[in-house]
């Protein structure tokens, strides 16, 4: 199996939800299931079906965390030292060209990937666009309305 690279707290975050799933939602789904088997006949019982669906679900979860969490290969930006250069993990402020519009975001892994909070998939036409370049390079991003330039203007890692 590859490995995924994976932020320290995208992976951190991955922890507690897997913590909350196995702590918290698991055992209050099989108390669910009791109350609803306790009501008798289960073949038209809506909550113990309901209840089935989402133990399913909460399993079905735990399963797939772990499996990320397995094959994560954290990198930690903080701990970076890459000359300069943009990197996974690395934040980076851009300026589009045309527009002079400024932009931040912080390449991270697939799992961790929010625009709205300014995280882009590693795999991202701008990431890999981005990736080896450093300061005062301009990176030409593919978009479906043209081609794109951003000069990138600070590379940190944090």
Request: proline share 3%; glycine share 10%.
């Amino acid at each position: 199996m590859s490995t995924i690279p994976i932020t320290k707290r995208g992976a951190e975050l991955l922890k507690e939800e897997l913590h909350r799933l196995k702590h918290v939602e698991r055992p209050a789904v099989v108390q669910a299931i009791a109350e609803a088997r306790a009501q008798g006949d289960l073949s038209e019982n809506a909550e113990y079906d309901a209840a089935k669906d989402k133990q399913g679900f909460i399993e079905g979860r735990i399963n797939e965390v772990e499996g990320k969490l397995s094959a994560a290969q954290v990198i930690d930006p903080a701990s970076l030292d890459a000359g300069g250069r943009v990197v996974f993990g690395a934040t980076v402020d851009l300026e589009e060209e045309e527009s002079g519009e400024a932009v931040t975001y912080q390449i991270v892994g697939d799992d961790e990937a929010d625009l709205k909070q300014g995280k882009i998939s590693i795999g991202s036409p701008i990431a890999r666009a981005m990736i080896g370049k450093e300061a005062g390079d301009i990176a030409a991003v593919q978009a479906p309305g043209g081609v794109r330039n951003y000069e990138i203007i600070e590379v940190r890692y944090i």
